[in-house]
C-alpha cells in the first residue's frame, strides 16, 4: 500500500462530489428544452428498467444514508431529546418546503390558465393561490424528509449492528406484499395506488401519462413505496458504517467495492422476481442503485481522495455543499420561467419557451436544443452554487 493510500481525510471530498453529481443531474433531467425532444438516457423508464436518470435521485438518498453514519456517530448512535425535535424540525422543514413548491407551481399554471376567463385581477388569483384541493403532497423533497426521518429514527433507536436485518427484512417483506396483492402494474388496481387514494385522495396525487397518450393516477413517490426508501437510506448508512471503520482509503475502497458488488448482483438476480422499477421502488431497484451507488462512490474516493486529481471536480463540489437549497433553488426558478408569460407577435408565450423556441432551438435543432437548454440551466444554478461556495455560505435547515 503506497503512502497516498494510507492518508487520512477527516472528509472525503469525494462525498460532495457524488452529492454534486447526482444534485446537477436532477437538475438537468428536471429541464428540458422541450419535454417532446429527449434524449433516451435523459428520460425515465416508463415502466420497468433502468436509464441513467433513473439512478440520481436514489444516488441522492444513497448519499444522505451516507452522511447520516458520519453525523450521528458523533452523538454515538443515542438519541436525545435536543437531536429528536432538530430531526423533527428539519423534516417538517422540508417536507413544507416541497410542498411550497408544489404550490407556487400549480398557482401559476392555474393563474395562467385563467386569463381567458371574465374575472377581475384579484379574483384570478385568489382561485388560484387558494386551490388546495388539487395540489399535490408528495414529491422528491417530500420523500427525501420521510426517508430521512423514519431512516433516522431506526438508526438512532436500533444498535447498529442490527441495521442488515431491519434492510432485509423491509424488502422482503414489500416484495411479498407487492407479489400477494398483484401490484406490479401501473393501474389503480395496484396496492401502491390504493392506499394512496384512500389517504391522500385522487386530486392530490400525481397523474402520470402513458405512451398510448392515456393517463393513470399514479404517485411516483407515493406513501407505500416510501417504505422501500427507508431500506434505501439504512443502506447508505452500512456504506457509511464500511468506510468509516478504517482510515486507510485502499481499505475503504476495498470494503465499498465489494458491498456494492454484492448488492448489485442480489438486485438484478431479484429483478427476475421482482422487476426493476423506480415508480414504485422496487426492492431490487433499491439493491440495484445503492450498488450502483456503492461502486460509483468508490472509483470517486480512488480519484479524488487517493489520487487526488480534483480540478475536475469543483463543478460538481459547488453543488454538492448545499444540495437542496440549489435543488429548491432550481426548481422555483424553472417554475418562474416557466409561467411568466408576454406577448410575443401576437402570441403569449413563457420566458422558457420564448429562450428555447427564439434563441436555442433554431441554432441547435430539436434535440441537441433542448439538451443545451437543460445544460444552460444547470449552468445558472451552478452559479448561485458557487458564489456561495466560494465565500464558504452552507445554508442547512
Not at 416508463?46 to 453514519?69: A, K, R
Not at 433516522?152 to 416484495?175: A, E
Not at 402520470?208 to 427507508?230: A, K, N, Q, R, Y
Request: aromatic share 14%.
Amino acid at each position: 500500500m503506497t503512502q497516498k493510500t494510507k492518508q487520512v481525510s477527516s472528509r472525503l471530498l469525494s462525498l460532495d462530489v457524488l452529492r454534486g453529481i447526482t444534485i446537477a443531474g436532477m437538475i438537468l433531467v428536471n429541464n428540458p428544452g422541450s419535454w417532446s425532444s429527449i434524449y433516451a438516457p435523459l428520460g425515465h423508464a416508463q415502466w420497468n428498467g433502468l436509464t441513467p436518470t433513473d439512478l440520481v435521485f436514489p444516488f441522492f438518498m444513497f448519499i444522505m444514508g451516507v452522511s447520516m453514519y458520519l453525523s450521528y456517530k458523533k452523538f454515538d448512535f443515542k438519541i436525545s431529546k435536543q437531536t429528536f425535535f432538530k430531526l423533527l424540525r428539519r423534516s417538517v422543514l422540508l417536507f413544507l418546503i416541497g410542498l411550497g413548491i408544489g404550490w407556487l407551481s400549480l398557482s401559476m399554471r392555474q393563474f395562467n390558465g385563467l386569463q381567458d376567463e371574465e374575472i377581475g385581477f384579484f379574483s384570478r388569483l385568489w382561485q388560484s393561490v387558494s386551490n388546495l384541493e388539487n395540489l399535490r403532497i408528495l414529491g422528491v423533497l417530500q420523500r427525501l424528509a420521510l426517508g430521512s426521518f423514519f431512516g433516522s429514527m431506526i438508526i438512532l433507536l436500533v444498535k447498529p449492528k442490527r441495521i442488515p436485518g431491519i434492510i432485509g427484512f423491509i424488502l422482503v417483506f414489500y416484495w411479498i406484499l407487492m407479489a400477494a396483492t398483484g401490484s406490479y402494474g401501473q393501474d389503480e388496481n395496484s396496492l401502491v395506488a390504493v392506499i394512496d387514494r384512500a389517504v391522500l385522495g385522487v386530486s392530490h396525487m400525481y397523474t402520470d401519462h402513458l405512451p398510448d397518450g392515456s393517463s393513470v393516477v399514479f404517485d411516483p413517490e407515493g406513501i407505500l413505496s416510501t417504505l422501500p426508501c427507508i431500506a434505501h437510506v439504512l443502506l447508505g448508512f452500512w456504506a457509511g458504517k464500511l468506510i468509516s471503520e478504517t482510515k486507510d482509503l485502499g481499505e475503504k475502497i476495498q470494503k465499498l467495492f465489494i458491498f456494492g458488488t454484492i448488492i448489485l448482483f442480489i438486485g438484478f438476480l431479484l429483478d427476475y422476481a421482482f422487476p426493476i422499477n423506480k415508480k414504485i421502488w422496487s426492492s431490487s431497484f433499491v439493491l440495484v442503485t445503492c450498488g450502483l451507488g456503492s461502486l460509483l462512490l468508490a472509483l470517486l474516493i480512488w480519484i479524488i481522495d487517493i489520487k487526488h486529481k480534483k480540478n475536475w471536480s469543483v463543478f460538481f463540489e459547488s453543488f454538492g455543499v448545499n444540495p437542496l437549497f440549489i435543488y429548491a433553488a432550481a426548481a422555483l426558478l424553472s417554475i418562474l420561467m416557466g409561467n411568466i408569460k408576454f406577448t410575443y407577435l401576437g402570441e403569449l408565450v413563457s420566458v422558457k419557451g420564448f429562450i428555447y423556441s427564439q434563441w436555442i432551438n433554431p441554432v441547435f435543432g430539436d434535440y441537441f436544443g433542448s439538451l443545451v437548454f437543460a445544460l444552460c440551466f444547470v449552468t445558472i444554478n451552478w452559479f448561485i452554487g458557487h458564489i456561495l461556495y466560494k465565500k464558504k455560505i452552507y445554508i442547512k435547515l
